[in-house]
């Protein structure tokens, strides 16, 4: 069995999707933007899953509890193009100007022999422009190797952005997405776009989109609600490849 480890610096990834994510012993992963609480938890084998397959919500087998959630995100989506989110959810990416939280993150340079794949290439010019100001190696555990990475980057506007991407592929396994909750496409992949709104009326996106091998999600403090934030945003996930 396959350990799942995340590190409670960081706000899960959307796989709002509900993507789950198997591993060769069928380890499974889910989350819903929420923090885990423990530091490693072992999941059910036996639901085997390769590149990316989509179902219905009422037709994944998940726990009620989720598919209930994925489907008042999915209302709150369509009905008000947003989802109310706790100001620690809209905030969390923001903590890496403070020095204090730079010792959360590592260099690219230590990073590289911690996980068990290639990462991403980043193409687009904001990338290129832009600070690395560390990354952190997380997801599943296999021997000493994680299968996700998140890299964090101050922007040349000042902004911070953060791309998560979960190799599926190197652990033998793929996603689940929710049918409901696709409503953008990169280059050809399914995606889900997801604003979140904190109480004091900040905003948070994030856009994940799953290939065959893996699994992404793009986060940036902007309103994509807005056409030009939208499309902005769009621009740089294409210009990812595997």
């Known amino acids: 069995m396959k350990r799942i480890q995340t590190k409670s610096t960081f706000v899960l990834p959307i796989m709002v999707v509900i993507a789950m994510f198997f591993g060769v012993s069928g380890a499974q992963m889910t989350s819903h933007g929420e923090s885990v609480n423990s530091s490693e938890e072992t999941l059910p084998s036996g639901l085997g899953l390769e590149g990316v397959?989509?179902?219905?919500?009422?037709?994944?087998?998940?726990?009620?509890?989720?598919?209930?959630?994925?489907?008042?995100?999915?209302?709150?989506?369509?009905?008000?193009?947003?989802?109310?989110?706790?100001d620690e959810e809209v905030r969390h990416i923001e903590?890496?100007?403070?020095?204090?939280?730079?010792?959360?993150?590592?260099?690219?340079?230590?990073?590289?022999s911690k996980i068990k794949f290639r990462p991403a290439v980043l193409q687009s010019p904001r990338f290129i422009k832009a600070k690395l100001e560390g990354a952190v190696s997380h997801g599943v555990l296999d021997g000493e190797q994680w299968n996700?990475?998140?890299?964090?980057?101050?922007?040349?506007?000042?902004?911070?952005?953060?791309?998560?991407?979960?190799?599926?592929?190197?652990?033998?396994?793929?996603?689940?997405v929710t049918k409901e909750m696709i409503n953008q496409s990169v280059n050809g992949n399914p995606a889900v776009l997801i604003v979140r709104k904190s109480p004091a009326g900040k905003k948070l996106t994030e856009l994940a989109w799953y290939t065959e091998r893996k699994g992404y999600v793009l986060?940036?403090?902007?309103?994509?609600?807005?056409?030009?934030?939208?499309?902005?945003?769009?621009?740089i996930a294409r210009s990812i490849s595997d």
């Open 95 to 112: 903590k890496y100007k403070d020095p204090k939280h730079r010792d959360e993150v590592e260099p690219m340079e230590t990073i590289a």
């Open 53 to 86: 397959k989509i179902l219905p919500i009422d037709e994944q087998p998940i726990p009620q509890e989720a598919k209930e959630l994925a489907k008042k995100m999915n209302y709150e989506m369509l009905t008000k193009g947003y989802v109310d989110a706790s």
């Open 219 to 235: 986060r940036a403090s902007v309103d994509a609600g807005k056409k030009e934030a939208l499309e902005d945003l769009l621009d």
């Open 148 to 176: 996700m990475l998140t890299r964090i980057f101050t922007m040349s506007d000042g902004s911070i952005v953060e791309l998560e991407e979960w190799d599926y592929a190197s652990s033998g396994g793929g996603a689940l």
